[in-house]
């Protein structure tokens, strides 16, 4: 019996499969993007935080100096002579503090006075207050001037004026307290104002007032 040849049939290609501790390219490359976003995202989120903490200070943090000014003048009660002469009147001011901080302005008692060839001829007391913040608080004050306040070295210069019908005299006042942020931060500020103005005799009004 002639020996049957045996017929050698070939394997099939075997399928490859990756090891468990590689990873895909392509999904290495998605979390490399990911990872990339959320680092991108991280630093934005710094740097705005960075920036509304700057601002933060920058506006809210940082104390100004409260403005003060002198705003109106009113003559009342205006007596003079020139022979000899002499001049009681009453001035009613206005006084005028704007608090441009995010807190609040309290200000300790203090005084308005009225000069005339630097000599004080009136003066009123400025009682305590506050001023809200970012508010505004108007002052009135009623300014007793007498012309017998004066030494005699400012007579002549004084009697000069009153008869000329122009009478020019200067103010000024001061205040001292304190600015208050978020009930920690207390800084002392002072503020003043200087004004001159030139009270008209026989109209009984006032011009020219100039602030500075």
């Known amino acids: 019996m002639a020996e049957q040849e045996s017929q050698v049939w070939p394997l099939a290609p075997s399928r490859l499969f990756r090891r468990s501790d590689e990873e895909n390219p392509t999904f290495k ?19 705005l935080q960075s920036i509304l903490i700057l601002v933060f200070a920058l506006v809210v943090l940082r104390v100004k100096s409260p403005g003060f000014n002198l705003s ?4 009342k009660n205006l ?3 020139t022979s000899p002469t002499s001049l009681n ?14 807190g609040q302005y309290k200000f300790e008692g203090s005084s308005a006075s009225l000069w005339y060839g630097g000599f004080k001829v009136g003066e009123a007391k400025i009682g305590n207050g506050s001023v809200k913040a970012r ?15 004066l030494p005699q070295e400012a007579k002549n210069g004084f ?19 304190k600015v208050n942020l978020m009930k920690k931060i207390k800084t002392r500020k002072t503020i003043d104002t200087n004004c001159t103005m030139v009270v008209v005799l026989k109209s009984r009004t006032v011009k020219d007032l100039f602030c500075r």
């Open 89 to 102: 009147a009453t001035l009613v001011t206005e006084l005028v503090i704007k608090n441009k901080n995010f």
């Open 79 to 81: 007596k003079h002579t």
């Open 135 to 149: 508010g505004t608080r108007r002052v009135s004050l009623s300014i007793e001037v007498k012309s017998n306040r």
């Open 159 to 177: 009697e000069g004026e009153m008869n000329s019908g122009y009478l020019k005299i200067s103010s000024y006042a001061r205040l001292s307290g």
């Open 29 to 47: 490359a998605i979390r490399r993007e990911r990872s990339n976003k959320c680092f991108v995202y991280v630093f934005a989120a710094i740097v």
């Open 72 to 75: 109106s003048v009113a003559v």
